[in-house]
């Protein structure tokens, strides 16, 4: 499979590519509106993906993981009746949609939605075959 870097329409996140992650995130960053805000970590073999979703409620969310690309999408307010009027809107609740492209042995563990951030939570799965192993000389 060839990836063309320089293309402008290449907009996926990658994880699980160490040494490609900066210059995704370039070209991602550029393509991106950068909301909602999101921090990506590392530990060892596990990966933490934490999304700011300030006043969006878990039932609204949607998460899929489709052919190694995660999605996390919210399709904006749902109209209500309330007839307040809005002063300042300091918080947005507008419609996006996130892409991660995963690496093969990247496994999603699960999500979790506490004090207005998500947070999705993978790991580095090693087959046997690939881990480290020790060759006795004869």
């Known amino acids: 499979m060839l990836i063309n870097f320089t293309d402008p329409m290449f907009s996926n996140r990658v994880l699980g590519f160490e040494n490609l992650v900066d210059r995704f995130e370039r ?4 393509s991106q ?3 909602p805000p999101y921090n990506i970590y590392k530990d ?8 700011a979703l300030a006043g969006i409620e878990k ?12 999605t ?11 007839n307040a009027e809005a002063l300042h809107r300091g918080i947005a ?6 892409k991660f492209t995963l690496a093969e042995d990247l ?4 999500a979790s939605l506490k ?16 881990k480290p192993r020790s060759i006795e000389v004869k």
């Open 27 to 30: 070209l991602s960053n550029e």
């Open 33 to 35: 509106s950068g909301y």
């Open 44 to 51: 060892g073999l596990n990966f933490q993906i934490e999304v």
């Open 59 to 70: 039932k609204d969310i949607d998460i899929e993981l489709s052919d190694a690309v995660l």
């Open 72 to 82: 996390v999408k919210y399709d904006g307010p749902k109209d209500t009746d309330s």
């Open 93 to 98: 609740k507008r419609a996006f949609k996130l």
């Open 107 to 110: 496994e999603v563990l699960g």
């Open 115 to 130: 004090n207005g951030l998500l947070t999705i939570d993978m790991e580095r799965v090693v087959p046997d075959h690939k």
